[in-house]
C-alpha cells in the first residue's frame, strides 16, 4: 500500500453485536446476566466435584477441567466488551487484541480437545466397563488434560506471532465485539498467505483431530448399544451420554456454522452465532451437566445443604 495513505493502526474499534445505539443498554444488560451465570454455575460445578468424593472420577475431573475453561473462555471476551460499554468506548488496543487473540484461540481448542476426551471416556464406560478402571487410570486422565493445554497453548502462540508480523493501515472497525482472529485477518494491508495457509492447515488438524475423535467414538458407542440386549441397558447407556452430545451440538454446530463458510459472507449473524460458543455455551454447560445427571444433583444438593 502507498507509503501516503499508510497508517500503522494503534488500536482497533469493536463496533459490537447491535447496530442502533439504543439497543447498548439492552445487549450490556444481556450479557453481564449470562456472565455472572456463567461464572457462578461453572464454579458450583467445580466446587460440587471437588467436595464430594463420590465424583473424584475420570468423567468428573474432565468435567470439572471443561467448566475451567468456559470460565476463562467467557472471561477472554465478555469483559473488555463489558467495560468499553460502562466507559462509552469501542476501543482495544493492539497488544490488547493479540492478547484477546491468543487466549480466544487456546481455550476455543481446549474445549474442542476437552470434549472429545469426554467422548473417549464414554466409549471406554461404554464398550469397555469392565477395563474401565484399567484404562482410564488418573495418570492418563492428567496427562490427557496437560497434552491438551500444551497443544492448544502451541496452537495459539503459532497464529498469534503470525498476527505480529502484520500490518494494519487505516481501516481499524471490526464488526464484533471481540478481536476475533479472522476478521482481523481481513483488516490487513500485509499479504496474508501464509496466516490464511496457517489457519486451513494447522488450524484444519487442530479442530479436525477432537471432531473425528468425537465422531469415531461415538460410532463405536452407538453400534455397541445396538447390541445391548435389554432396552434398560440402552437407555442407561444413551442417558449418561447425552448431556455430552448436547454440548458438542452446541460448540461444533455454531462453530461449523461460521467457520465453514467463505470468509468473505462474514456477517452480523455469523457475530450472533459466535455468541453460542463463546458466551452461550459456557453459560448453559453447568445447568446441561448438572439438570441431567443424578449424582451432579446429587452432590450440588449436598453442598447447599452443608451452607
Not at 32 to 57: E, K
Not at 74 to 81: I, L, N
Not at 94 to 100: G, P, V
Request: proline letters at 4%; a neutral charge; glycine letters at 4%.
Amino acid at each position: 500500500m502507498g507509503g501516503d495513505n499508510e497508517t500503522t493502526v494503534a488500536e482497533f474499534l469493536l463496533l459490537g453485536l447491535s447496530e442502533e445505539s439504543e439497543q447498548d443498554d439492552v445487549v450490556f444488560g444481556m450479557f453481564l446476566g449470562m456472565y455472572m451465570v456463567t461464572i457462578s454455575g461453572n464454579l458450583l460445578i467445580i466446587l460440587a466435584i471437588s467436595c464430594d468424593p463420590h465424583l473424584h472420577t475420570p468423567m468428573y475431573f474432565f468435567l470439572a477441567n471443561l467448566s475451567s475453561v468456559d470460565i476463562c473462555f467467557s472471561s477472554v471476551t465478555v469483559p473488555k466488551a463489558l467495560v468499553n460499554h460502562m466507559v462509552g468506548s469501542k476501543s482495544i488496543s493492539y497488544t490488547e487484541c493479540l492478547i484477546q487473540i491468543y487466549f480466544f484461540i487456546t481455550f476455543i481448542n481446549m474445549d474442542g480437545f476437552l470434549l472429545s476426551v469426554m467422548a473417549y471416556d464414554r466409549y471406554v464406560a461404554i464398550c469397555h466397563p469392565l477395563h474401565y478402571t484399567l484404562m482410564m487410570r488418573p495418570r492418563l486422565c492428567v496427562l490427557l488434560v496437560v497434552l491438551s493445554w500444551v497443544i492448544t497453548n502451541l496452537h495459539a502462540l503459532l497464529h498469534t506471532l503470525l498476527m505480529v508480523g502484520l500490518t494494519f493501515c487505516s481501516h481499524n472497525a471490526v464488526h464484533h465485539f471481540f478481536c476475533d482472529p479472522y476478521p482481523i485477518l481481513k483488516l490487513s494491508c500485509s499479504d496474508t498467505f501464509i496466516n490464511d495457509l496457517m489457519v486451513f492447515t494447522v488450524g484444519g488438524v487442530i479442530f479436525l483431530t477432537p471432531f473425528s475423535c468425537i465422531v469415531v467414538s461415538y460410532v463405536y458407542i452407538f453400534s455397541n448399544v445396538l447390541k445391548m440386549p435389554s432396552t434398560r441397558g440402552i437407555k442407561k447407556a444413551l442417558s449418561t451420554c447425552g448431556s455430552h452430545l448436547t454440548v458438542v451440538s452446541l460448540f461444533y454446530g455454531a462453530i461449523l456454522g461460521i467457520y465453514m463458510r467463505p470468509s468473505s459472507s462474514y456477517s452480523l449473524q455469523d457475530t450472533v452465532a459466535t455468541v453460542i460458543f463463546t458466551v452461550v455455551t459456557p453459560l448453559v454447560n453447568p445447568f446441561i451437566y448438572s439438570l441431567r445427571n443424578r449424582d451432579m444433583k446429587a452432590a450440588l444438593r449436598k453442598m447447599v445443604l452443608r451452607c
